[in-house]
C-alpha cells in the first residue's frame, strides 16, 4: 500500500497586517458615516404640538405635528412615553411612520396597551416623543 502524505485541512494561512489594517478602518470608517447621517437626518425632522386628542381607561390617543425638511420622504422610527402628574410612566409605545419630503403634517398614535388603567376622573399629564435612530450594536 503506498503512502501518501496528504496537507493539513484546511491550510491556514495568517492574514496579512495590511488586510487587517484595511478592515479596521472600513470598520471605523462606517461608524463614522454612520454617526454623522443620523446627525444630519434628525436635524430635518421636527416634531411640534404634541398632546392628548382624546383619552379613556383603557387607551390615549397622542397627536403631533411632524415636519420632515429634508428633500427624500423618510421613515421615521418614534418613541412616544406618556406621563401621570407624579411623573410615572402610564403608557409607551415604539413605532415607525412615514412622512413626505418638504411636508408639516397632522399625526395621531393610539396607546392602547398602557402599563396601568388611568384611575377614575385621572388625566395624562405630560407626553414626550423622542426621535429614535439605528445605532451601533442596537437601534
Known amino acids: 500500500m503506498p ?4 496537507l493539513e485541512y484546511p491550510k491556514k494561512y ?3 497586517s495590511a488586510i487587517l489594517l484595511l478592515a479596521v478602518l472600513l470598520a471605523v470608517g462606517a461608524l463614522l458615516y454612520q ?3 443620523n446627525k ?3 436635524k430635518q425632522i421636527v416634531i411640534h404640538s404634541i398632546g ?3 383619552y379613556d381607561k383603557n387607551y390615549i390617543r397622542v397627536g403631533y405635528e411632524i415636519e420632515n425638511m429634508g428633500k427624500k420622504d423618510q421613515e421615521v422610527a418614534l418613541l412616544i412615553r406618556v406621563y401621570d402628574r407624579e411623573g410615572g410612566e402610564i403608557a409607551s409605545i415604539f ?3 412615514n412622512i413626505k419630503a418638504h411636508t408639516r403634517e397632522f399625526q395621531s398614535k393610539v396607546i392602547d396597551e398602557l402599563n396601568r388603567p388611568l384611575k377614575e376622573g385621572e388625566k395624562p399629564y405630560r407626553a414626550t416623543i423622542e426621535l429614535r435612530q439605528r445605532e451601533f450594536m442596537h437601534y
Not at 503512502?3 to 496528504?6: L, M, N, P, Q, S
Open 14 to 16: 495568517k492574514m496579512s
Open 35 to 37: 454617526k454623522y447621517s
Open 3 to 6: 503512502i501518501v502524505d496528504r
Open 52 to 54: 392628548f386628542d382624546e
Open 40 to 42: 444630519a437626518r434628525a
Open 95 to 97: 413605532f415607525k411612520t
